[in-house]
Nanobody
Framework: QVRLEESGGGSVQSGGSLRLSCAASGYTYNIYCMGWFRQAPGKEREGVAAICAGAGRTYYADSVKGRFTLSQENAKTTVQLERNSLKPMDTAMYYC???????????????????WGQGTQVIVSS
């Protein structure tokens, strides 16, 4: 069974930084894509950043380019999302998601990903 657990959420002032981590267990695929999504109250879930390890491809939403950085401590089990220059608009529940056996994704939409974590709350104060 594939399990994803997010950590690193919390409260920070505008302009600050937070590091989110996604720990995966029961994940045995060498070819996979992992993505970060966020959902604010009253809004739909949107893609933030994603990486496809098999092809070495990284994706970023336009709203976070230059501020968020996706990296890996372990190719299969741990992925970090470094968020700098946080803004109130970044306040949301952040979710880690993955899809096995994919070299790339067409877009960062929830339908592209098959397994989801429970989410971690991020609050950015103005």
């Amino acid at each position: 069974q594939v399990r994803l657990e997010e950590s690193g959420g919390g409260s920070v002032q505008s302009g600050g930084s937070l590091r989110l981590s996604c720990a995966a267990s029961g994940y045995t695929y060498n070819i996979y894509c992992m993505g970060w999504f966020r959902q604010a109250p009253g809004k739909e879930r949107e893609g933030v950043a994603a990486i496809c390890a098999g092809a070495g491809r990284t994706y970023y939403a336009d709203s976070v380019k230059g501020r968020f950085t996706l990296s890996q401590e372990n190719a299969k089990t741990t992925v970090q999302l470094e968020r700098n220059s946080l803004k109130p608009m970044d306040t949301a529940m952040y979710y880690c998601a993955t899809v096995p056996g994919q070299w790339a994704i067409a877009s960062m939409t929830p339908a592209e990903f098959h397994y989801w974590g429970q989410g971690t709350q991020v609050i950015v104060s103005s």
